[in-house]
Nanobody
Framework: QVQLVESGGGLVQAGGSLRLSCAASGTILRFNAMGWYRQAPGKQRELVAA???????NYADSVKGRFTISRDNTENAVYLQMNSLLPEDTAVYYC?????????????WGKGTLVTVSS
């Protein structure tokens, strides 16, 4: 059974940094697409950043220049370096992984890690 486990969330002051990690288990196949999504209270889940094995990246406009997504293809792991954090970045961050070229509705999801940015 495929499982994605996120780590690295926590409480940080505005302007600070956090690094999220997501590790997959239960599969020997390499995911083509891996990414990070977030959901703030009262809002819909939204894309933060996504990455394919070919190196194609996609970032939400709100995080461009501040967040960097990377992955370890050999370990089916994905990371999100978050710098210059803002209070509006507060949300539960979810890892997603898909064997398809992009993260699709059939993707695997982690349970999320909470990021809280204080002003």
């Amino acid at each position: 059974q495929v499982q994605l486990v996120e780590s690295g969330g926590g409480l940080v002051q505005a302007g600070g940094s956090l690094r999220l990690s997501c590790a997959a288990s239960g599969t020997i196949l390499r995911f083509n697409a891996m990414g990070w999504y977030r959901q703030a209270p009262g809002k819909q889940r939204e894309l933060v950043a996504a990455l394919t094995t070919r190196g194609t990246t996609n970032y939400a406009d709100s995080v461009k220049g501040r967040f960097t997504i990377s992955r370890d293809n050999t370990e089916n792991a994905v990371y999100l370096q978050m710098n210059s954090l803002l209070p509006e970045d507060t949300a539960v961050y979810y890892c997603a992984a898909d064997y398809r070229v992009v993260v699709s509705p059939g993707a695997y999801w982690g349970k999320g890690t909470l990021v809280t940015v204080s002003s």
